[in-house]
């Protein structure tokens, strides 16, 4: 099994870098900058970027990149992908300068979703400055955040996650869309990998053609989260979920659009875990209170 460290970045298609530049500064508080190929970077700690707009036919989610430790834990993990029967691609040159990372593959899961897995990136150390204030967003050890990515194929893909992408179950949730019984459930499976970050990943029960459910970024402070819900106001973006607070992360955040037709959960105060202490439970309910997702999302 590979040995993911954490979400080290996630790469947005899009038609229009420059909307990526506006809203990353002035509704996520991060800082941008131009891309290789005229893409865009989006900054929000020591790292070179977090999120990576590339050029592209279409507004959506493109991938999630995997950080290993090094190249040995790198070349162990092409070898697992290639003894699983994955179709292992090496990154192109532009590819690999765009992420600025030693070597990179990707592969597909069983439900479409691409996946990175990099070593060794680049940076100056540059320190991050919000230019809207935010005090900081969590990263370091625990990663840029988490995504929710969708599995229509979901018994496979779970299994391809957990016995080749070395990914463990925190917890579940199911979920109907309407108050009819007969309505099938669909699972949420809630995903973490070897940080204490309570998920860095999930898999949704559900086709997506955006590619995404959602991607989360986590702030230091509640005031860095209600100044976030201003920004999205006075900048027109629409809100996909009120403030709440989930069940199973504790997380306080609300949901609201992006350009890359995906939402990102803004929050605070993520659990962080204790993995050998953990017992799995599922959850009845996604959220303590708030958190009223049929003011945007449509399933």
């Known amino acids: ?50 999120i990576f707009a590339q050029p592209g036919n279409a507004d959506c989610y493109f991938a999630s990149g995997w950080e290993v430790a090094d190249q040995r834990a790198f070349d162990s993990a092409v070898r697992d992908l290639e003894s699983s029967g994955a179709q292992v691609i090496r990154a192109t040159a532009g590819e690999l300068e765009a992420r600025m990372a030693q070597e990179m593959v990707w592969i597909r899961d069983p439900s479409g979703n691409r996946h990175e897995i990099v070593w060794g990136f680049r940076t100056d150390g540059a320190r991050f400055v919000s230019s809207q204030g935010v005090s900081g967003f969590v990263t370091g050890e625990l990663g840029m955040g988490h995504a929710v990515l969708p599995a229509p194929n979901f018994d496979q893909t779970w299994a391809f996650l957990r016995d080749v992408m070395g990914f463990g179950l925190t917890d579940i949730l199911r979920l109907r869309f309407t108050p009819d019984p007969q309505e099938p459930e669909k699972r949420i499976y809630f995903l973490h990998c070897n940080n204490p ?36 106001l006075k900048n027109q973006v629409k809100l996909m979920a009120t403030l709440g607070r989930h069940v199973n992360d504790e997380m306080i955040s609300f949901y609201m659009a ?42």
């Open 197 to 232: 970050r309570h998920h860095s990943l999930a898999l949704f029960e559900f086709p997506m053609p955006n590619g995404c459910v959602h991607l989360m970024l986590e702030v230091k402070s509640i005031d860095d989260v209600g100044r976030a819900y201003d920004r999205m």
């Open 258 to 299: 992006t350009p890359g037709n995906f939402p990102i959960e803004y929050g605070c105060g993520g659990r962080v875990m204790d993995w050998s202490r953990h017992v799995v439970f599922e959850a009845t309910a996604p959220s303590h209170w708030g958190h009223d997702f049929s003011v945007g999302f449509k399933f």
């Open 1 to 50: 099994m590979i040995d993911i460290r954490g979400l080290a970045y996630v790469v947005a298609e899009t038609t229009d870098p420059s909307k990526w530049m506006h809203y990353g500064e002035q509704v996520l508080g991060a800082m941008a900058s131009d891309a290789p190929g005229g893409g865009a970077y989006l900054k929000i700690d020591d790292r070179a970027f977090r």
